[in-house]
């Protein structure tokens, strides 16, 4: 059984081995370079790394919304083979099946249609796929289940805690603030009874509190529902807050997955490290230093690791090879050779403590060896 099976008992969401390349006038941009990740059923997984490592190419890769790029490997939706779908097939499962919250409210919503017209066209119309417009005009206007629709936007937005549902029902998305758009955009993906939603950083172009606000929010739904939720996100403090179990993302490749607690608890990954050691903390001390250096870029990306040029581990095997995912009991996968070594080698074993040693510049603590090449 490999790694990818191994950590989820049921999986309703498979991709395996995902690339996704865009071509462009000086290249091809590797982005996306073998991601395998699964989504079990009512389960709660978050996708998290810094800007810029991938997460949403990939949902917008599982989702179709990637027209010009090249996306190779498999999706399996609850024993569906994804892209052997039509458009149209496509279109039903994610209005029905698959629903999607992305990150900007404001800009999500049309602003030239009230949220009314909005929500009641996805309730009447979500997930049946495509609708000619005669057909979609037709059954607008003649009152053909558009009131039963209407009635349906109007109790979601309750549901969403939203105040004055039918005031806003009349309401265009600018007359509305962040907070209460973002809680729009939630009933929308809701309307439709999903039975797994995907998030891509909901509410952080909001204020703290209202970003909080709508996290319990979420939360509250997705407990209530019982929905799967694949939520991406920038921020680990929103991955510990929500999610059962945590990919972590570095430079178009998931380089470490473990239930939450446990990643928090004893993140093996350097880069995972580096990340959790980089948490601002408010209870004194000094403040945290970040982890050195940028995400790779994708047109020339490091060979081997992609992580080498800013790990302190490094040594000669990570730009040779490309690290091998190492098991780490039933639920813990890691993508480091440092947990693949031979018998004969006895090379530390990173670890929190040593890696914010590495980052404070300590005169002890580990150092890369080598610098940095790419793949040409
Ligand atoms: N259409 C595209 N063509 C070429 N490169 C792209 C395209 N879309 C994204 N990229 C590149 O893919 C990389 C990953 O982008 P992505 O949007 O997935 O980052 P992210 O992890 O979601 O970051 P953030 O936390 O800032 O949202 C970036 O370097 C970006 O420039
Ligand atoms: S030790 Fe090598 S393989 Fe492990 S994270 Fe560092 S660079 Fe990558
Ligand atoms: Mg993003």
New binding site residues.
Partial sequence: MSWEESVVDDPLLTIKDLTVDFESFDGIHKVIDGVSLSVGRGEVVAIAGETGCGKSVTMKAILRLLATADINGEMIYDGQDLQAMSDREFSMLKGREMSMIFQDPMSSLNPVFTIGEQLTDTAQFGGRGTTGVLEYLKRKYTGNGREEARQRAIDMLREVQMPDPEDVMESYPTQLSGGMCQRVLIAQALLNEPTMLIADEPGTALDVTIHDQILTLLKRLIEERDLSLLMITHNLGVAREISDRVYIMYGGRI?ETAPTEDIFAEPK???TQGLIASIPRLTGGEMAKGIDGSVPEYLNPPN??R??PR?P???E??RSER?PMVEQGATTAV????YDQPSDTAREI?TIERTRQAMDGHPEAPQPTMESETDD
């Fill in positions: 380089v990954h350097p880069y081997g690791c992580y080498h790990c581990y490094a040594y095997r990570c690290p993508e480091c050779v440092l990173p």
